[in-house]
């Protein structure tokens, strides 16, 4: 494998149902993204691990929960979703230098996505 | 927050022509990106910038990192059917503390380029 992998590419859940969707970067990188995609709207960022920390959380529902156990892995855990949750979710890794406490990051790697839909 | 203006939002071209499509922002980048994006797939990057006045080639695509730093253009030349899907461009800063959001990049709300055989 390649650049970034993303599984399922296709998901259809109910309101009740717990999924997760696994990324994994074969880049070497070592922070990573999820972003949501909905139609006609900008891509929006909704979690970033640098070096395995959570640095940015855009106040995205708790029924969406991140987990990122090293590196080159990081997953989306969804329950109780709504139907406008429903979109294409992906994931991206970049690199990113630290130094005196600040980040210089690298351009992102996007992967193919997951499509979810939510009945 | 930021926002990046993306225009135009949809363009419908006859194959061959050339296409331009652009990015402002409000605030100023240190890095300026261009995606494209197929049906059903993430964005791949195309382009990146990382000076202002900076312009790079890649292939029939050039882009440019504006001199104020606020600004961004991509343009294609002699298009083709496969140059059909949506364009992003993105802008990001850079050097700041581990934990500030303003490293993470902003998107544009995309060009989706439809390509007339």
């Known amino acids: 494998e390649t650049g970034v992998t993303q599984t399922p590419r296709h998901l259809v859940m109910g309101m009740t149902n717990k999924k997760s969707l696994k990324c994994e970067q074969h880049?070497?990188?070592?922070?990573m993204y999820w972003y949501k995609q909905s139609a006609k709207k900008p891509l929006e960022l909704m979690f970033v691990y640098s070096l395995e920390e959570r640095v940015e959380n855009n106040s995205v529902p708790s029924r969406f929960s991140p987990e990122c156990p090293n590196s080159s892995h990081l997953f989306l855990h969804l329950h109780t979703l709504q139907p406008e949750d429903s979109a294409l979710y992906l994931c991206?890794?970049?690199?990113?230098?630290?130094?005196?406490?600040?980040?210089?990051?690298?351009?992102?790697?996007f992967g193919p996505g997951t499509r979810l839909t939510v009945l | 927050g930021q926002q990046l203006n993306q225009s135009p939002q949809s363009m419908f071209i006859q194959e061959g022509e050339d296409v331009s499509m652009n990015c402002t922002s409000s605030s100023i980048f240190n890095t300026w990106l261009w995606y494209k994006q197929d049906p059903g797939e993430g964005p791949v990057l195309l382009i990146a910038l990382y000076k202002a006045g900076e312009l790079t080639s890649n292939g029939r695509l050039t882009a440019q990192f504006g001199i104020t730093r606020k600004d961004s253009f991509l343009n294609i030349s002699a298009s083709i059917p496969s140059d059909v899907g949506i364009y992003f461009c993105?802008?990001?800063?850079?050097?700041?503390?581990?934990?500030?959001?303003?490293?993470?990049?902003?998107f544009g709300g995309g060009t989706r380029l439809m390509v007339k055989p």
């Open positions: 993105a802008g990001q800063h850079n050097n700041r503390p581990n934990n500030n959001a303003g490293n993470m990049l902003t």
């Open positions: 880049l070497g990188h070592n922070a």
């Open positions: 991206a890794s970049s690199q990113v230098w630290i130094s005196g406490g600040r980040a210089d990051y690298n351009e992102q790697f």
